[in-house]
C-alpha cells in the first residue's frame, strides 16, 4: 500500500481507539504501534490521543488530523485503481458499509465477479445499521454505503438499485402455512417474532399492519431479535410466525425448514439504495461494484416466488428504476 505508513498506524488506532486491538489489525507488537504513533506525535509536535488508564481518546488535533488522513486514504485508493490498468493491483481496497440483509446475502452474491478482475483485491465490510454506515460514508471510512431503510440526506447521494420484500414465514406445519391468504387482523392471534424496537425492519412491519387497522400493541410479540438468523432459527423451533427478507428465506423455503404465509394486501417491500459522497463516482473496485448494483436483476429471490398464487403479486426482489432518488422516514 502506498499509503504512508505512520499515518495508516494512526488511523487504524484512531478507528478503534485501543492499541492492542489495533496491533492485530496492522499485525506488529503493540511496542511497534505505540513507537509509530509516539514518532507521528513529535515529528507533528503535538498530543494526537490522550491515554488515561486503558481509555484511548482522541484530541481535538488527532479528530481534526483524521478528517484529512480519510481523505489521503480515499485519494491512494483511487490512484492506486487508476494504475490498475497499467498492471499494478497491491494495495488496492474496497471499502464497503451495508445494512445487515445487503452485508450477509446480497454481496457474496456480486463480489466474486469482482475478485475475478481484481485478484489481489482487499475487501472490508463494514455492517450496521442505516446511520452507522452512513457515517462510516460521511467519516471516509468507506467509500460506498449500501442500505436497506429510507434516508433524508441531502449531503449524499442516494440512488435505488433494487426492491426487496419482508417475508411472514410459519413452520410447514402450522395452519397458515396451507392457507391461500391471511389478513392483517389475523396476526394477533399468534405469537410473533419481530426485530427489535427502533429497527428499519420492525418499522416496515408496523407501518403495513398499522394500515391494516392493527396496532403494534395488539400484537403478540413473545421475542425481540436484533439478528434475522435469530428469528429464522426460532420461526424453525416453532415459537411463532415471524417477518423476515426474501433474500434470508431463500434455503430455508427450499429446504423446507419454513414456509412462506400470503398476506393480504401484501406484500411489504422496501427499497434498497446506494449511497456515495457528493461528487463524480468511485473508479476501479467500487466503480465496479456500483455497475453490477445496477445491473441487478434477480426477480425471484426463493422458490415461492415461482409458486406464489394468483392474488399474491411477484415475490422477491426487483431491480430499480437507476434514478437517484431521495426518501424521508425511520432509519434502522
Not at 82 to 88: D, E, S
Not at 90 to 110: D, K, M
Not at 205 to 230: C, P
Request: glycine content about 8%; overall charge neutral.
Amino acid at each position: 500500500m502506498i499509503e504512508n505508513f505512520k499515518l495508516k498506524v494512526f488511523r487504524v488506532v484512531a478507528d478503534m481507539l485501543n492499541y492492542r486491538r489495533a496491533a492485530e489489525e496492522l499485525h506488529l507488537t503493540q511496542p511497534a504501534v505505540t513507537a509509530q504513533i509516539r514518532s507521528l506525535e513529535e515529528s507533528l509536535g503535538i498530543a494526537l490521543f490522550d491515554r488515561i488508564g486503558r481509555e484511548t481518546t482522541l484530541t481535538p488535533a488527532g479528530a481534526t488530523l483524521l478528517k484529512y488522513v480519510r481523505q489521503i486514504e480515499s485519494l491512494t485508493n483511487d490512484a492506486v485503481a487508476a494504475l490498475a490498468p497499467f498492471g499494478g493491483q497491491e494495495g488496492v481496497e474496497l471499502n464497503i458499509g451495508a445494512s445487515h440483509t445487503i452485508a450477509v446475502y446480497l454481496l457474496p452474491r456480486l463480489l466474486p465477479q469482482i475478485l475475478r478482475e481484481w485478484p489481489r483485491l482487499r475487501i472490508h465490510i463494514m455492517g450496521g445499521s442505516t446511520n452507522e454506515v452512513l457515517n462510516a460514508l460521511v467519516t471516509h471510512r468507506v467509500s460506498v454505503s449500501l442500505i436497506e431503510a429510507p434516508a433524508h440526506r441531502p449531503d449524499l447521494k442516494i440512488e435505488t438499485f433494487a426492491e426487496d420484500e419482508l417475508t411472514l414465514i410459519a413452520r410447514p406445519d402450522h395452519p397458515w402455512a396451507h392457507k391461500p391468504v391471511v389478513r392483517a387482523a389475523e396476526l394477533v392471534q399468534e405469537p410473533i417474532l419481530l426485530r427489535e424496537v427502533g429497527s428499519g425492519m420492525r418499522q416496515f412491519v408496523e407501518d403495513y399492519l398499522e394500515r391494516n387497522g392493527v396496532l403494534r400493541q395488539q400484537l403478540r410479540t413473545v421475542i425481540d431479535m436484533n439478528s434475522t438468523e435469530g428469528i429464522l432459527s426460532a420461526v424453525e423451533a416453532g415459537l411463532g410466525i415471524g417477518f423476515v427478507p426474501c433474500m434470508s428465506a431463500e434455503k430455508p423455503l427450499r429446504f423446507g425448514t419454513v414456509a412462506e404465509v400470503h398476506l393480504d394486501n401484501g406484500p411489504i417491500r422496501r427499497q434498497l439504495s446506494i449511497v456515495l459522497l457528493n461528487g463524480p463516482d468511485p473508479r476501479g473496485p467500487v466503480g465496479q461494484l456500483l455497475q453490477l448494483l445496477r445491473g441487478y436483476r434477480h426477480a425471484h429471490l426463493h422458490p415461492a416466488a415461482k409458486a406464489a398464487p394468483a392474488h399474491s403479486p411477484r415475490r422477491g426482489a426487483a431491480a430499480g428504476n437507476g434514478k437517484a432518488e431521495q426518501y424521508e422516514g425511520a432509519v434502522s
